[in-house]
């Protein structure tokens, strides 16, 4: 397209180029949680959403945020001083590249979606 513009003398300081991707969706044990938006961390992302995930330096260095990937890739806006896996990152550091699932669960843990149904049961055993 730049091309056509300039065999039609259009001058390049007049030329704007923009590209547009699709925002990674952020799923946690597969249940979608955000649509990730690139101005923030992972981490900063998740905390917006109130998901709770453990951090404390916030920059890379201490790794207590480290989480298991399961599928997708993250890159990383500062470098980690942490060693990690394959398939870890820290949210505290990173923005996902692509479409990612992440397991923040304790071994054993599972995420549990709330449902109406869970709600009336909640709501019937504080009446009781």
Known sequence: MK?????????????????????PIVSLQGQPVLLF?????????????????????????????????????????????VTLEADECLPCCCVPDTDIDLDLSVEGVEIV???AKHEQLQASESIE
């Open 113 to 115: 979606v709330r449902t």
């Open 37 to 81: 938006n690139q101005q923030q961390t992972l981490l900063e992302a998740l905390e917006q959403k109130k998901v709770t995930t453990f951090s404390e330096c916030r920059n890379g260095f201490c790794g207590q945020c480290k989480t298991k990937v399961i599928s997708g890739s993250v890159s990383y806006l500062s470098e980690p001083l």
């Open 3 to 23: 091309t056509s513009f300039l065999t039609l003398t259009f001058k390049p300081v007049n030329f704007c180029q923009a590209s547009f991707k699709k925002a």
